[in-house]
């Protein structure tokens, strides 16, 4: 009896009756105790001499050890292997490489979780746990408490082992025999395995194909060359012209793309600005001339400070005499059409907005003008 049995289980009515027992059982020093409950009770582990789950500190050094691995191929990569300088940076930046060492560390760290669990402390592939079969396991998921020797070796005495669990306090005990460890990875099962996978892709195979035969006209199994289509360089009957790319209709212009009324810059001068010169518009105007034209015009005169300047470029001077004397036609032409390095700005900017920035222009020039005259003054 003794050399199949594997556990003796001994059922308890209460939690405090499965306590009190653990020391005993323990003292008797028969085989490993194990303790089966239907929730968590405080303080078991302690009782049954469980040490922490080693789980957390494998997946802590295995995280460590995937962000390591990550930062290590990407620093060879990047700064051995094929070095390039991006954004001015050194080649071995690592803050690049943080997205990928997060990924990398957090793959490890699953997989060892994973992994971990179910092979070294659940001991898979084992899948027949005993228990799961005895009689006992009904009133362990509801409402009772089991206290189980388990085995250590061939020279367990099962009925020692009972004896105990009784005096202990158990109101049941039952034995429950060795399971059948012989290992289920055999060539026969590996053989029967892989012809039941190639058996199932070939099946698969042969009825798609056929299907695909039988109702080729069936979707989603139309080719794409027989999906009707519109070829833009092709006669189409759908339009009454008979193309099939269609001309702009005739005296519209697309929305965002609205020209002068004058084709160049001279004839614009003749254009007169319609907005009235209030706070509204003066702040509308220095909210586009600020995302959009303060770049290269920053300082206003001659572009000191401005982006371009410090690339060498040389916008225009808008305090000059020129551009004093500028009509508000021939600023707005410009900021419609472009000049010289100057893009056209005609697609992002709504027309009370060009003429806003023309309002906003001339303030700033007048408050540099009146700056100009104060210093003059000063220095006479």
């Known amino acids: 009896m003794s050399e199949t049995s594997y556990s003796v289980l001994g059922v308890f009515d209460t939690p405090d009756a499965l306590m009190q027992a653990i020391p005993k ?24 001499g469980l040490r922490r789950s080693p789980l957390g500190g494998m997946v802590l050094v295995m995280g460590i050890l995937g962000a390591i691995t990550a930062f290590g191929f990407q620093y060879w990569i990047s700064a051995i292997d094929y070095p390039i300088i991006t954004g001015g940076k050194s080649a071995g930046s690592w803050e690049a490489f943080i997205p990928i060492m997060f ?48 085995a250590e070796s061939e ?18 005990v039952e034995v429950l025999p060795a399971p059948d460890r012989s290992p289920f990875l055999t060539s026969d099962y590996i053989l ?42 092709k006669a189409s009957s759908f339009f009454k012209d008979g193309h099939g790319m269609q001309q702009p209709v005739a005296g519209t212009v ?41 770049v290269c015009h920053g ?40 000049k010289n390095a100057m893009p056209s700005h005609a697609p992002y900017l709504s027309e009370r907005e060009r003429w806003a920035v023309v309002d906003y222009v001339r303030a700033l020039q007048r408050a540099q003008n009146a700056k100009d005259e104060d210093l003059k003054v000063a220095t006479r």
């Open 103 to 150: 990924e990398v560390t957090v793959l490890f760290a699953t997989f060892t979780a994973g992994l971990g669990m179910l092979f070294l402390l659940n001991k898979l592939p084992f899948f027949g746990h005993p228990v799961l079969s005895s009689k006992s396991i009904k009133g362990i998921t509801r409402d009772r408490y089991v206290v189980a020797l388990e």
């Open 299 to 338: 300082a206003l005169a001659n572009g000191v400070g401005s982006l371009t300047a410090a690339y060498g470029a040389k916008p225009a001077n808008l305090q000059a005499q020129q551009f004093l004397d500028y009509p508000d036609g021939k600023i707005y032409w410009a900021i419609v059409n472009g």
């Open 254 to 294: 697309a929305r965002g793309y609205l020209p002068t009324a004058t084709g160049t810059q001279e004839e614009a001068a003749s254009l007169v600005n319609p907005l009235p010169r209030t706070p509204e518009v003066f702040a509308l105007g220095k909210k586009v001339f600020t995302n959009r034209c303060e």
């Open 25 to 48: 059982v323990r003292a008797s020093k028969l085989g490993t105790v194990e303790a089966y409950t239907p929730y968590a009770i405080h303080g078991i582990e302690e009782a049954l």
């Open 192 to 233: 029967r395995t892989l012809g039941g996978i190639f058996t199932a892709c070939v099946v698969a195979g042969l009825a798609m194909y056929f299907a695909t035969k039988w109702f080729p006209v069936l979707a989603p199994m139309k080719y794409i060359q027989d999906q009707p289509r519109l070829d833009a360089q």
């Open 155 to 172: 020279a367990f005495d099962s009925a020692a082992a009972a004896q105990v669990l009784r005096a202990a306090g158990a109101i049941e």
